[in-house]
């Protein structure tokens, strides 16, 4: 099978960015759609590798949260929880946009097309890159960690923030007093708690950059899979008549923080029909039990993933006999899109954890529109040094190739009959 020859050659080395492995990767799927005979654009893109700006900026917003939690002692909370929702809307909404400008080291989006005179235009996309491993002890505390991650979220910084504006408007009138007497055990609670949820977290990206040298992840199935999915269905579609343009997108930097499809979707925002444009995005495709369709993400908002898309994707699996379950949120290249309120759908593979009651609550809490029982289980391979060739099963990876075949196919013929 052609993939998963495509896979074994790209999970040779890693491919981290930077380095001279993302290049050599670079030029090999650059030499196989042009075999293909497709005409391929190797558009630059620019990230953020520098060690010291990645460790600065989490441990100023890891201060800055704790600074804030300890103002909430002598500070109206309910102002207090302004701020922490300033800092989130920041974060989210600002510090993306700001990070595009600073973004110095270079790489490369890889773009192979067909049929570009056609007016409708499928995206198919994925990432190249790969990451740094995530150590042994963080693989084995996100483990523990996804057991009560719907506690943990439901009391921070979602419970943080229901306390502090509860309390601040119980005393709306006295803007320098915070938590008092037994409110002071509530902010202790706090206080130890983001300690312990989240300094994990901060020493997990210390990781992930340079500043401990960890080892590389050889990124077998996160993202050689989708790549060489991508590439197998290119072949295979060459010759079809479609009725579409189609654009095969293998972006860089999403390791990095999503940064190659945030710069090609910012430079080619104006150019995209919001109504003529599908995307469909490929993460891991290549070795779990049962696929996982994105149907959306964010709780505040919800961007929800384009329905007919969705429809497609599960008439394909369905036709291909092949299990699968919805999910809710996870980062991804899919997220770029969705941002921009673009019709995109995503596709995984991953093994199925069944939901705790927790779960449960927090996805009842937040409104989640899933109705799924289980989400997926990655952590045993994602980001370490088990993502290697021999782990990929070869027929997972052949029927990944089907229904995105079949996708490509059936969205054709439905744009042949009217409006997808």
């Excluded at 999503?258 to 003529?276: A, C, M, P, Q, Y």
């Amino acid at each position: 099978m052609q993939a998963f020859e495509h896979l074994k050659e790209l999970a040779k080395e890693h491919r981290y960015g930077g380095t001279a492995e993302e290049r050599r990767a670079q030029e090999k799927i650059t030499r196989w759609f042009r075999e293909l005979g497709y005409e391929v654009q190797r558009e630059p893109t620019e990230y953020i590798s520098s060690t010291a700006y990645l460790v600065s900026k989490w441990l100023l917003i890891f201060a800055i949260f704790i600074l804030l939690l300890a103002s909430s002692l002598w500070i109206n909370t309910f102002l207090v929880a302004m701020a922490f929702l300033g800092l989130f809307a920041f974060l989210y909404k600002i510090m993306p946009k700001m990070e595009l400008k600073i973004a110095r080291t270079k790489s490369e989006n890889i773009i192979a097309t067909l049929n570009p005179e056609k007016e409708h235009r499928l995206i198919l996309c994925g990432h190249y890159d790969s990451a740094r491993v995530v150590p042994k002890w963080f693989t084995r505390y996100q483990e523990l960690r996804g057991a009560i991650t719907p506690f943990l979220t439901l009391i921070s910084p979602m419970g943080l923030l229901v306390v502090l504006i509860f309390h601040g408007l119980y005393y709306p009138f006295d803007l320098f007093s915070g938590f008092q007497g037994t409110w002071v055990y509530v902010w202790w609670f706090f206080f130890v708690f983001t300690l312990v949820n989240y300094v994990p977290l901060l020493i997990m990206v210390f990781y992930m950059t340079d500043l401990f040298g960890s080892n590389y992840s050889l990124g077998a199935d996160d993202n050689a899979s989708g790549i060489a999915t991508m590439l197998e269905v290119s072949r295979r579609i060459k010759e079809s008549r479609l009725n579409m343009r189609v654009d095969i997108c293998c972006f860089a930097a999403e390791e990095s923080g999503l940064f190659g499809s945030r710069g090609w979707v910012e430079k080619h925002r104006d150019e995209i029909d919001l109504e003529r444009t599908y995307i469909l995005n490929m993460d891991m495709v290549g070795r779990g039990e049962v696929y996982f369709l994105t149907n959306g993400i964010g709780l505040i908002p919800k961007k929800r993933c384009d329905p007919a898309l969705l429809e497609i994707l599960k008439e394909s699996l369905e036709s291909n006999q092949l299990p699968y379950e919805e999910m809710w949120g996870g980062a991804t290249d899919v997220q770029e899109f969705l941002n921009r309120k673009m019709r995109a759908v995503s596709l995984m593979r991953a093994n199925s954890k069944k939901m705790n009651p927790g779960h449960k609550i927090m996805n009842f809490i937040s409104r989640v529109p899933v109705k799924s029982n289980v989400y997926p289980d990655i952590a045993r391979w994602h980001h370490t040094e088990d993502d290697t060739t021999d782990k990929i099963h070869p027929d997972r990876l052949e029927s990944s190739v089907d229904t995105v075949e079949t996708f490509v196919h059936t969205l054709s013929s439905r744009i042949g009959q009217g409006p997808v």
